[in-house]
């Protein structure tokens, strides 16, 4: 995954996964592999087990199943196979459904509706509409009237009426023998509980006192049922218990607070439920407790919504509804851990799904040769990459693939240096050269040129609110001596808030606005790495910065100092203790420098092939599995290890997702008569430095881009931790969420789903080519980026699951009948993940293959946002920001965080050769 125009992607994951790592280390007492279950439609929840515990029934709000089924806004039931994923409805359709439980043979289920109400298809029109004007409704419990209890065979077939009384009936189960229903009426009044027998006769009231009784269940051994009882004021609620002739009431809990949703463990020792005790009123939390009520215990530790839990029938798992992900309800589960065990090793693990179609050893031995000294970190351009495209190209060949192609294209890979550099200072009547590379080393950010002129130094160079390094100095037509970094004693907020200015690039553009005709840096006595040599690798950027530039060696900068009357050591202590901020002229010293880089280019190669679809109803449509098989070589400024001159294996990032693609190549090798779509295997080159290969790709495909249906990209998927996988991208097509559902459920896998596209890996240049795309990914961890991403720290087993996964999604891209509709994300997904650190939102997207032309130009706007709205589009180039000259995409990040939110500010774009003037309004980043 690329770091250089992409850096704070990781730092954000990192932040978010710090901020989340307490709370799952509290929760994994009790909970482990938590999995989310459902992930389609706009809210599901309230989940049951059947009884051999291989199928849950919950209510959902989402798209009809099938076509021609009528659209429903209201909750109806569902059950869905957890062996395979598969869904059917077990509702009719029509009204509103609540509150499913399968009976304890499995041969029937329970569930409330209103679908006989004369005036149920009314509602939902309406709802309908109300919902089409964007409007959204706050949740609330729906006691309707019109609520009876039926019961029906698992497919939905054979409905039956239990009840038919006035009022509201709901929130039903069974006995464990099957033979009685208890439930919740409102017939009487007041919501109480009530028990029938399996057939609805014989209905009798068991409760009587004032406030809410329900949610009732019936203990294992059928002699109890818990429920909750709210206060007559809807304020509170505790769990209670009540035999089912009504005698024997007894208060579980005494929390005082909003506490409902109990269910007994099959054991009869626990109860499970949710409560606000700990959370304030919308948080609510799950907790175990004895049915005496003691031992209470804690479970869930996340804000939101964690509540009716259900344990399976043999009490190794747990299913509840949270809004954990994304603030939506959707069914979770996980393995129970009894506080009894609590400390020991698991033992009697349920067996996990079926074994896949890959295996690890192959896996393995791919990215162990990948990633192996011979191929010195493949580095885009490098005898290494040649190496590994070569291995590619083999490996597709012998999976039967045809059309095996390297795709070369070339991209700037550095600055070197030409014949006329040269520095010489006038120290008083002292004349004094500097050696170029030793004393002198011209910057890769730096403009060509020759300059001379005198002196001024303006301490570390910054310019922000509360902070001036240029105050009182004139620098208009002077060269300007500045210091690396910020200062270093400074308070650790002052420090860092100092740090964002103090790249070379902000420097350059801060002296080059303020008029001076050079920039000069040196590293300070205090600082570390002590007098270390910029390198000309680049900072991601090979643009120039629009003034002459170079690095001073530590010796010559003292010798400055001292033929000006001042101390270089005793200027950067006064500066680092903040006891002052800015510079002075240096009197007598006069310099006279000539910079000039050469552009370097070289040429990358991606590698791609064919199987092309053999079934009789082919259709001219393509399938793109992609990963990019590039990484860092020997480091160099993309590396975050200590030493830059060590080879980079790249293991994890990415040998595991080019593994992948050679995997997947081989097991659709053999399967291409069953295919309707082509499936282009693609390993792109160039993806550390800026997606490059993948936009190559899309600017000159193979086939029209418009006959790609869709894009699936790994990037890092060796490192499988607690079963826990990303997939990214889900935002690019509605059909994503329904897939992940359908063919997660069976696979020891915790997928969580990230609507966000717009990802610093090669999957974004599909989705910003209008192909829907996705990006699996098994987290970062601290070897990324560093000479310890080695082949023996793979999971292979944990990537072979990751793959079967793949494979199943590729399969059904490759087969179904309709293609994925592509679909544009207007905001990030609430995960946040690779949210930018700056707090001003404009929402534009750079195309980052432009090379070292001045501006920044874009590749799209995120639809409505600021920049959306304010006119921009996809091709223009930015000059000027805010009067600002813009010459590279870091002068851009500048202006970008110095602008003020809820404040117009003037963009110019260069659009078909002409300057255009637009007003943007910046908001707050959310």
């Known amino acids: 995954m690329q770091r250089c125009r992409f850096a704070i992607f990781l730092l954000a994951l990192t932040a978010a996964a710090l901020a989340f790592a307490g709370d799952a280390d509290r929760e994994a007492r009790h909970l482990r592999r938590i999995k989310q279950l459902t992930f389609d439609g706009s809210r599901s929840g309230e989940g049951y087990f059947s009884p051999d515990g291989k199928q849950i029934v919950f209510q959902s709000t989402r798209a009809p199943l099938k076509p021609g089924e009528a659209e429903n806004p209201f909750y109806q039931i569902f059950t869905m196979d957890l062996r395979d994923g598969e869904l059917r409805r077990l509702s009719p359709g029509a009204g509103k459904t609540t509150c499913s439980f399968f009976r304890p043979d499995g041969k029937r289920a329970l569930f409330a509706s209103t679908h006989l109400d004369p005036g149920a298809l009314k509602q939902q029109r309406e709802e309908i509409e109300f919902l089409k004007s964007g409007k959204e409704r706050r949740y609330s419990w729906d006691f309707d009237d019109a609520y009876d209890i039926f019961d029906c065979k698992p497919d939905g077939s054979d409905q039956r009426r239990l009840t038919d009384a006035k009022g509201y009936d709901a929130e039903a189960s069974y006995s464990p023998d099957g033979k009685r229903i208890c439930f919740c009426s409102s017939r009487d009044g007041d919501r109480e509980i009530y028990v029938m027998d399996a057939d609805g006769k014989n209905q009798r009231r068991v409760t009587h006192d004032p406030g809410y009784d329900g949610g009732p269940f019936f203990s294992p051994d059928g002699k109890w049922i818990v429920y909750r009882h709210f206060t007559p004021d809807d304020t509170k609620a505790e769990i209670a218990m009540v035999r089912p002739d009504g005698s024997g009431k007894r208060q579980v809990t005494k929390l005082g607070a909003m506490s409902w949703s109990p269910y007994f463990h099959p054991s009869g020792e626990w109860i499970v439920f949710c409560s606000n005790k700990d959370g304030g009123f919308g948080n609510f939390e799950l907790y175990l407790v004895r049915p005496d009520g003691a031992q209470l215990t804690r479970l869930t530790y996340r804000d939101g919504f964690d509540g009716l839990p259900v344990f399976s029938p043999d009490g190794r798992r747990l299913m509840w509804t949270s ?98 550099n040269f520095f010489e200072a006038t120290l008083g009547a002292e004349k004094t050269a500097g050696a170029v590379d030793a004393d002198f080393v011209p910057l890769a950010l730096s403009a060509n040129g020759e300059v001379e002129g005198e002196v001024v130094f303006a301490g570390y160079g910054i310019a922000t609110q509360g902070y001036d390094s240029f105050a009182h100095l004139d620098v208009k037509d002077k060269i300007v001596l500045v210091l690396r970094f910020q200062p270093e004693a400074a308070p650790e907020k002052e420090r860092d808030r100092l740090r964002h200015f103090a790249p070379l690039r902000m420097k350059a553009m801060t002296a080059r606005e303020r008029g001076a005709k050079a920039l000069l840096v040196t590293t300070g006595p205090s600082s570390l790495p002590r007098d270390q040599l910029i390198t000309r690798s680049g900072d991601g950027s090979f643009a120039d910065s629009g003034i002459v530039a170079a690095q001073l060696s530590r010796k010559l900068a003292e010798k400055i100092f001292a033929a000006a009357g001042k101390d270089l050591k005793a200027t950067q202590d006064a500066l680092d203790k903040l006891e002052t901020q800015g510079g002075f002229a240096m009197t007598g010293v006069r310099v006279k420098m000539r910079v000039e880089l050469k552009k370097q280019t070289a040429t990358g190669h991606n590698v791609f092939a064919f199987i092309r679809a053999g079934a009789p109803d082919r259709l001219n449509e393509t399938v793109v599995v992609g990963a990019h098989y590039d990484h860092l070589g020997y480091g160099g400024e993309n590396s975050l290890g200590a030493g830059f001159e060590e080879i980079h294996p790249g293991a994890d990032d990415n040998a595991s997702g080019t593994a992948g693609v050679l995997e997947l190549a081989r097991h659709f090798g053999k399967r291409a008569k069953s295919l309707r779509r082509d499936v282009l295997f693609a390993c792109f080159s160039g993806e550390e430095i800026g997606v490059l290969g993948s936009s190559a790709f899309c600017k000159k495909p193979p086939v029209p881009m418009s006959n790609i249906v869709a894009m699936v990209n790994m990037d890092m998927i060796g490192r499988l931790t607690e079963q826990r996988l990303a997939v990214q991208g889900a935002g690019s097509s509605a059909v994503w969420p329904r897939l992940f559902e359908r063919f997660a459920a069976g696979l020891p896998l915790c997928v969580v789903l990230s609507n966000d596209p717009y990802l610093p890996t090669d999957s974004s240049s599909f989705y910003q080519a209008g192909v829907p795309a996705l990006n699996f990914f098994t987290g970062s961890h601290r070897d990324y980026h560093r000479p310890t991403d080695t082949a023996d720290k793979i999971n292979a087993p944990g990537e072979a699951a990751v793959l079967e996964l793949v494979r199943r999604v590729v399969e059904d891209l490759a087969t179904r009948p309709d293609r994925p509709r592509f679909e544009k994300v207007a905001e990030r997904s609430p995960m946040g993940v690779g949210r930018e650190r700056l707090r001003t939102y404009l929402g534009t997207i750079p195309d980052y293959t432009e090379g070292d032309r001045p501006g920044v130009k874009l590749s799209g706007t995120r639809p409505g946002s600021p920049a959306d709205k304010g006119g921009l589009r996809a091709g223009d180039v930015i000059v000027k920001f805010g009067g600002k000259k813009i010459l590279n995409i870091n002068e851009y990040t500048y202006a970008l965080d110095g602008a003020k939110i809820g404040q117009p500010v003037e963009i110019v774009v260069q659009r078909d050769g002409k300057d255009v003037t637009l007003k943007v309004t910046p908001e707050q980043r959310r």
């Open 323 to 420: 809004t954990r992900a994304g603030g939506k309800s959707q069914l979770f589960i996980a393995d129970f851990v009894e506080p009894w065990t609590e400390g020991k090793e698991e033992s009697g693990k349920r067996k996990e799904e079926k074994k896949t179609a890959f295996e690890p050893a192959a896996i393995l031995k791919a990215i162990t040769y990948l990633a192996s000294p011979a191929l010195e970190g493949r580095k885009t351009a490098s005898p290494g990459e040649r190496k590994a495209a070569a291995f590619i190209e083999k490996s597709f060949r012998a999976s039967g693939l045809r059309g095996v192609t390297q795709q070369p294209f070339e991209f700037q890979s550095g600055v070197g240096l030409g014949p006329g």
